[in-house]
């Protein structure tokens, strides 16, 4: 219980401090005493490209597809020819597992002969 109440004497000093130090608004003082609640990563795009382009390459049943793929912030854009309707989900059943993917547009079409 002496803990808690030490803990709590020491986060109303600290408020404290910050308030009396200049904080002009509530915005001011949020942004010092509290902490990130997620923290934001940027998507390398071409790291992106590169890891769904190998996981293509290295899949038996995709390795010769003509598959062209465009990243965008996370965003993937997949177009090409497949020859079912399965390979299409298997496509994006894959991408979707690539780390820094955040969302598929499948444009892939399948070629009729």
Sequence with gaps: MKNSHKLLVL??????????????NQEDIAAKILLPTKIISEVNDSDVNIRIKAALFADQALKYLEIKVQTHKGDVLLTGEVDSQNRIDHVNKLVMSIKGVHTTHNHLIIKTS
């Design 11 to 24: 986060s109303a000093t600290l408020i404290s401090a910050i308030v009396l130090t200049g904080c002009n």
